[in-house]
């Protein structure tokens, strides 16, 4: 990963392309794939499984 940004140019899109006006509509479709639910209720209120969401989730190494 981090040999990625090595060599673009200066001020240049890291990750370029239109994906990121999809990002929330792809994560939906892959939580749908997996059964796993996009809004869960909870004692605080709900809770949202959003892009924003990924960087606190672990997967056990398989």
């Known amino acids: 990963m981090a040999a990625y940004p090595a060599g673009r140019v200066a001020n240049a899109p890291l990750w ?12 939906q479709a892959d939580l749908k794939a997996a059964d796993i639910p996009f809004v869960v209720e909870t ?3 709900l809770r949202f499984a959003d892009f924003h969401v990924l960087r606190h989730i672990h997967l ?3």
Not at 16 to 27: F, K, L, N, Q
Request: aromatic residues 6%.
């Open 60 to 62: 056990p190494a398989r």
């Open 16 to 27: 370029p392309g239109t994906w990121h006006e999809r990002s929330a509509d792809m994560v």
């Open 43 to 45: 004692p605080d209120g």
